[in-house]
């Protein structure tokens, strides 16, 4: 801990999981996973998804927004997340964690405090989704570790990527290995380096239930979107189809609208919506409800951190290639995709819920301050006679609060059980 390194209302009603028996467990089946093989040949083939997609099209007609960036994001044989490390200076994005451990350490700190409000119940799942390098979690681990919080506690990290999870394993991990144990939900387990068992799942449905704090940062920001635009005869779902060249090379993608309404049209859009665009991710809307769902019945507490919006939000679907914007469009699978997180939705999920607590959100530089980072950084460059360590700790703590940087553009909001609303009144969630 010392040294300092810089580095809609009903919705998910409607998409409500079918429930089948497995190994004496009852556990929720949101879609089939289907397997598939790729020939070497086409694994090398830089257009491989770019191809991939105009057959789809070719064959199927034009895709929805959702189905392009589960494809570009996902799909296991040149999705962007399934084959490389894509953080960092030489990658695409930096992320907070990513900038320095200081922020990690304040949100394991705020963890620490909000839990133990509810009496450090154990035993304690710390659940992490999309941990991108593992660093974030293994800085919460070396805090829980140093005020001894690790007892009877086990990580989970929810991860699509095979080469990320072998990073993350790598980070937090002495030892790890791939299981192939059809009882069991994770893929690949481990020890951490503090001695906690660590485990990796590909969706979160499969995560054991338990007392649980949950961290989302910039997890749901990658969570396939459809997007609806408003014409003169109503909505009509954004699709993406081919805009033909001369020549298969010349072919390219370009947004349509649906002549008819689409299913999720039907299903998603809200009654009295009025922005010109809306973006709303069913993939997330699930997820919220479950965590909702298990804070009220086991315990715990959510942290969500992302860029969003509070149901504003219109057109933020985008890409990022080396730290620049580019057209989501070209060259599938060689930008991140994302769009921004409709915070205003976990809202309207945890009010729904009725025995939810939502706080937030509230910028990342509040939040920071809220929580005493500037206390931290003080007692850190007390202790630093290094100037250009103190020039990086500096650095590092105006990028993660600055409001032309960081500072404005991330959100946090928490989840807590509702019962809690009686100590919550005397002693109020920090940071909102
Ligand atoms: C933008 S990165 C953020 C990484 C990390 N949280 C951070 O802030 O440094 C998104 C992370 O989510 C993972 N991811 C993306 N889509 C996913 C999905 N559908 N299921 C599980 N993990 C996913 C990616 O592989 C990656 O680890």
Redesign the pocket.
Known sequence: MSSLVMRGTTLHKLLKPITRTHANCVYPIIFHRTYYTVKRKIINDENFLSKHLQNKIKAKGPITVADYMKDV??NPAKGY?MNKD??GETGD?I????ISQIFGEMLAVWFLNECQKMGSPKPLHII??????G??SADILKVFSHFKALHNTSLHL????PV?SEIQSRTLCMSSNLTHNPKCFHYREGISKQGIPVYWY??FKDVPEAFSLVL????F???PIHKFHQTYAGYKEVLIDLDNGETDEDIKFRYVLARQDTPMLKVLLKPGEAREHVEISP?SILIYADICKRIVKNGGVSLICDYGHNGTGTDTFRAFKQHKQVDPLLNPGSA?L?ADVDFNVIREIAIENGEIIFLGPVKQRSFLHRIGIEHRVKALTEKMSDKKQMENLMESYNFLTDNAKMGERFKFCALLPGTMKKILDRYPVVGF
């Open positions: 994001l996902q997340y894509m953080l994005f992320t907070s964690p990513e992490e989704l999309g941990p991108g390098r660093t974030l929810v991860e699509i990527s990320l590909r969706q989302a940062h910039e997890f920001d990658a969570l993939d991140d994302t």
